[in-house]
């Protein structure tokens, strides 16, 4: 579902919302690689509550032997008037990638709105410059789909075989994929970006940094500092902290 780009996306309701607890319950899954698993879910009035926007994120509470473990995880396909969603997992050893393996429908879980937000780059980018991986693929997409007019240049860590299988939404007229597979701790990823970023960046791109939470802090730092890019059109968060 194509998510119309606009202004406010982080309006009143939003606002108001902050905070509040809602219930998703599983109606379905598929396992769409080895490594990467879809479930679908009921969305307990969330996006009829908040509304949607791009690369919009929630807070899920897993339950981690009795104690509660929040994380966050990216809306995929929000349909507001189905009330329904999917949430895309890259799995790994941790509790919410159990809970992905494991869950049945009809399970639920509790997710707290809090956070997510999206301000459109003003002026429209003349490129997108990606940096993601496996857990931001979702967040990635959605940057693409709310921007279809823009070309992208996409730098992704792969970190398993059958990454090559992901759910990607590219079009291949706009859309460049640099695969750069993930060896010390993102090292190559960082080496490959300086590499060839400042042949692509200028003030009139924007840049989307979105990976492990030290190589993101890296490259966005590189891009502000030693690119001296304006800060509005560097936007970094890091999804996942590495051991
Ligand atoms: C705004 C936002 C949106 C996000 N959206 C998504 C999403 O849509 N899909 C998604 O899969 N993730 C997403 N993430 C990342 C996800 O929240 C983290 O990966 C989280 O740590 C997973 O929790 P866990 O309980 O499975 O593992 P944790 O208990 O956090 O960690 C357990 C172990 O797994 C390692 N680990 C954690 N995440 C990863 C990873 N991605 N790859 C490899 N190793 C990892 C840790 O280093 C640790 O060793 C998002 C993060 C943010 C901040």
Known sequence: MGIAVGHGWQGAVLKLMR?????????????VT???????????GLLAAAGVHPTMWVRIWFDNAGKPHQRA?????????AGTFSLEFALH?????HWARRCAPGDTVD?????????????????LLV?????????????????????ATIWFETQNASDEDL????DPARHELRRVPRRDGGADLVARVKAELPALADPA?????ACDTATTRTLATYARKELALPKERVHALGYWRAD
């Open 19 to 31: 905070g509040k607890d809602f219930t998703f319950t599983v109606t379905g899954a598929e396992q």
């Open 34 to 44: 080895e490594d990467y698993r879809r479930v679908h879910f009921t969305d307990g």
């Open 73 to 81: 995880y990216t809306l995929v396909d929000p349909d507001v008037e």
């Open 93 to 97: 050893d941790g509790v919410a990638s």
């Open 111 to 127: 997710a707290t709105l809090q956070g997510t937000g999206f301000e459109a780059p003003d002026p429209a980018p003349a490129r």
């Open 131 to 151: 940096v993601g991986d496996p857990a931001s693929l979702p967040a990635v997409n959605s940057l693409l789909d709310a921007l279809p007019d823009v070309p």
């Open 167 to 170: 759910p990607f939404r590219l």
């Open 205 to 209: 791109s924007y840049v989307w940094i």
